[in-house]
């Protein structure tokens, strides 16, 4: 009687891990170029959604309304590497490179994170709302059934996916930027700016939390603080993948997705959680890199 | 050196704040104060802010006809607003606050998180009278000092069991926010009576406030044959579940068991997708206006009148929660808490014809039983076209 | 060509370098010895950017280039073979070279020929990822990337570290064919063989402290290398 479900929880699986998936990206992608664990990217993706929502309200298309939010995203993003990174970066105690160390570029991280949730609180409340759904209704086969909306959330992971391979794979400015995550000193070396690869990194980033945060908030509620749990799930993304790899993140999120379906699904909601925290554990016991990661280079 | 000059703009601005409280202190020969703690702003304002403003309307009505009269004088009540953030700390602070200014009556809260934070230090101190008009968590009230004049999820399930044997379902799926208290521990008793109607638990499932994905569980309920899915928690995740049962094909009933403000619901789930469900919390403030009761139609008209808005699901309940303490000082004839105390206790229903909530009076005619809670029971509410209304079960 | 004047560099409130002064020309291949610790990486890495100097000057023909970006001292001709090579692990041999050329645009056609005449192996390779090549390869690969970007002077950091002696004579070999084409050369070295292949001028560094200056047969011979290693170690 269960199997006959799998069809639909897979389809749950692969919808819910697409939303996991979206939120890593752009995380994994500051990671591993920048070193820095960005907590702010929870609130590109609040900040992704509001835009997005203020801009549908004044009437605005909600694919004009998500294109000009995230370009305004984008600005935030650099705004916050220029206020929150590069001074400790380039505090005593980092070498001029521009490194900070794990901890108090974490430490920072999470500030901005709180300075922009509570902007958003000032200009919107804390008042939950809702972006009005681009579309509506869904696709019925006899097997599963999913929304368009997760049709649509799915074929924008494929498309930002392909999007920033084909950046860093076929640009010379994606050159950089994949020389500087896997060597920043010999990248520095071969006068590559790091003024230039920081600014299209958070570009790239940022962009992503936007629109992932402009499509979910199209399917769920928003609020100031709703990037604080998708955070922490890309985190865990991100260690199940490997830091820094983009098949790691788009992988991760679906394994992730999956995992976290099958267990509330054939196990108890209640361990929907616990589901998680077991593949963590596994993923950290059996492959600490990552699924997708490499050791580390030395650096 | 720099850093001194904020610590003293602060002292300044502190300052200049405690002397209008000096100032209204010295006027309190002629005036009762009143604390009212509510979540104003945060996650709860929906529920929260339309409180306030039913305990605010009620205090502007009693002192325009007079006041209350306590011991041959007359009192006029102002309202001290706290607000809570529906958090236990900012609730504890905003407590300490009400007590350092000496406020000895207290309403509210309203979140089952801040209740309970509250309990032990009012439990302690006997200057202080507390009728909470919020959380339905069970054992909140200790009929000392402590009072509610809102329902315990146990009034919740008596319209869940209604339902129940009026449609005669042969079966329900549960869904419940594991971390609502009240919800969780009266999830066991619900099951048991339903089962005692003849209704097979298909299952039970939990979930979690700020959830957004259901659909494992939701899917599942595909191969269960569950003709009733019954969600237990707050009205955003109740949409959503709603919604995404609908979308996976679940074509039962949906029951929810949640006091849900309509605005918040069309936040999460069209209105069309809405249709039909039936809700089983105690009449709203909507709910008697529909009903055609002369008092919840004032109140409604004072509150559009004021606020340019409808009230909210709770105004009733805070709005009576004021003439409660005014019975309550005029019985005892004086403002001595311990006073005080004894007579809410002893209140009966027919003492304050002012109350819009119907409640069932206790055997002895009294409002509260001896715990200090008082018997408001569930009703059956069904959602039309864009809110609820009270539904019939008997066609 | 390269002029250090009083140079001094550290890490936070570590000084490493303490006025450090010397020169190098271009028909003069210069070797830097030292024991490790002596400050040799650190001055590699104020030479090319990676820190910033804390005293002196570094001047390039004259130009002062001590407060500059890294980029741009690429772009006058600035060049470093960093310690451990350093290439880019999970990229092909090709991009490792594109990399190189970086501050002047795609390479053509015509400088890759260039490199891979020099370096037949890396013509071989170059659609292999880079961090699967042998030591000596991606030594080859580490000076090849260093010439793309068109030095006037190149750094070399231990380049002999963990190769085979068969590859370290391939390196000295190569090291002077790139001197020979007017390439101002730096060899920063541990091991006596590369460097009295290499070198015709020899500069002494201990502790920080540049204590011996003078033409690399003299210095070699006379003693005063031993004492900067061995004499170090025994007074420690």
Known sequence: MMLELLPQQLANGLALGSTYALVALGLTLIFGVLLIPNFAHGEFYMLGAFVTYALVATGLNFWLAMATAVVLVVLIGWIVDRVVFQPVAAAPGHDSGGHGSGLSLMISALAGSIILQQLATIIWGTEARTIPAPMTGMVRTSLFTITYLQITIIATLAVAWTAVWLVLHRSRLGLAIRATSQNRDAALLMGISMTRVRLATFAIGAALGAVAGALLGATFPIYPSMGVNPVLKAFVVLVIGGIGSLPGAIVGGLVLGMVEVMVAGYGSSQFQDIGTFLILVAVLLIRPQGLFGRAQVER | MVNLRPSLATCLILGLGILPMIGGGAKAADEIVIGEIHPITGPATFYGLPESRGVQLAAEHINKAGGVKVGGKEYQIRIATEDDQASPTVGVAALRKLVSADVRFIIGPLASGVAPALKPIVERNDKLTQLIDGTIAENMTNGKNIFRNQATVGGYNVAVAELFKAKKYPSVAMMTDRFHAGFMNSQKDLAGNLKELGVSIASEDYYKLGDTDFSAALTNLRGRNAEVLLIRGYPAEGALITKQARQLGFTGQVVWEMVSPPSTVLKNITAAEMEGVYNCIPPTTEDYVKLGDEKAIALDKAYRAKHNEGPGELTALSHDAVYIFKAAFEKAGSLDNAAVNKAMAALMVSDIPELVTRYTPQPDGRLFAADGQVDLRGEVSVWRGEAWEPARLTD | ?236
């Open chain 3, 1 to 236: 060509m390269l002029r250090i004047d009083n140079l001094s560099a550290g890490y936070d409130r570590l000084e490493v370098l303490h006025a450090v002064s010397f020169s190098v020309e271009r028909d003069a291949p210069t070797v830097m010895l030292g024991a490790n610790g002596a400050g040799k990486t650190t001055l590699c890495r104020v030479i090319t950017g990676l820190i910033p100097a804390r005293g002196g000057g570094i001047f390039l023909d004259g130009a002062d280039i001590t407060r500059l970006d890294p980029s741009e001292r690429v772009k006058r001709g600035v060049a470093l073979v960093p310690e451990g090579r350093q290439v880019f692990p999970d990229m092909t041999v090709r991009e490792n070279l594109r990399l190189g050329a970086y501050v002047h645009g795609e390479p053509g056609r015509a400088e890759f020929d260039a490199v891979f005449a020099m370096f037949p192996i890396l013509a071989e390779r170059q659609h292999q990822r880079a961090g699967l090549l042998s030591g000596g390869e991606q030594q080859m690969l580490a000076l090849a990337r260093a010439l793309m970007s068109r030095p006037r002077l190149l750094l070399l950091d231990e380049p002999s570290q963990g190769l085979a002696p068969k590859a370290v004579a391939l390196v000295a070999e190569t090291v002077n064919r790139i001197a020979a084409t007017g390439v101002a050369v730096l060899l920063v070295e541990q091991n006596l063989i590369l460097a009295e292949a290499v070198a015709r001028h020899a500069v002494v560094l201990e502790t920080g402290t540049c204590v011996a200056d003078g033409p690399a047969s003299e210095m070699l011979a006379s003693g005063a290398v031993e004492d900067s290693y061995l004499g170090k170690k025994r007074r420690h």
